[in-house]
């Protein structure tokens, strides 16, 4: 098993273009969530989906769009990148909302 | 006042300490999540809690409900444990995940 996948692992973007990152999990869970880590902050949940076809909105969705149309995949979509959105962002993926979380390995992203 | 407090920010320790890090939080939980994070950036799960005490190796997780505590414990240390170690707490009634802002670990050989 690959675990959770995330592509890119680093990324430079110019304010107002748009990207999408992308998380794959091959453990057929149910629950998967994005995060950012930002300096001298907890991980913070900006989307998440407790299965396909099913997402929901975290602690600072703003500036940040999800879809879930497989089981597989979750991607993020940043829609016109601003500068506060330079963070290191964490795919993670679980069984359950209730159980152990398995993480990618982030993407670094810069916006300038 | 966040949530989720954890202590100490930054521990230095030598090989061999035994090394406690703690974690306070504010409300009723459903568990309580202890995760690692390399200095390459990964992070793994350790333990989930939703009561009692968990032993991996010379990891030793513990939860008072009604404390409203954790603690992480570390016995026999060594530099390949230092990294930074978060608590997370999934709060009663909520899909909401929140995290600690992590306690700092470096062994020293």
């Known amino acids: 098993n690959a675990g959770v996948t995330q592509t890119p692992k680093f990324q430079v973007l110019k304010t107002g273009q748009s990207m999408t990152l992308q998380c794959a999990q091959d453990?057929?869970?149910?629950?998967m969530s994005w995060y950012r880590q930002d300096p001298g902050m907890g991980l913070r949940l900006i989307h998440y989906s407790v299965g396909a076809g099913i997402t929901d909105q975290g602690e600072v969705p703003n500036g940040y769009n999800v879809s879930r149309s497989t089981t597989e995949d979750f991607p993020l979509r940043l829609l016109s990148a601003a500068p506060s959105q330079t963070s290191v962002y964490f795919c993670?993926?679980?069984?359950?909302?209730?159980?152990?979380?398995?993480f990618g390995p982030g993407t670094r992203l810069t916006v300038t | 006042k966040n949530e989720v407090e954890q202590s100490p920010q930054n521990l230095t320790a030598q090989e061999g300490e035994f090394i406690t890090i703690n974690c306070s939080y504010s409300v009723g939980i459903s568990a309580l999540h202890w995760l690692q994070q390399h200095p390459g950036g990964g992070i793994v799960s350790l333990f989930m809690l939703s009561s009692g005490k968990k032993k991996h190796g010379r990891l030793i997780a513990t939860i008072n409900i009604q404390e409203k505590h954790s603690s992480l414990h570390i016995t026999a240390s060594h530099p390949r444990d230092s990294a930074v170690y978060i608590c997370a707490v999934h709060f009663s009634g909520t899909y909401k995940y929140i995290f600690g802002t992590g306690t700092r670990l470096k062994v020293l050989a």
């Open positions: 453990m057929n869970h149910e629950y």
């Open positions: 993670a993926s679980s069984q359950d909302r209730f159980y152990e979380q398995y």
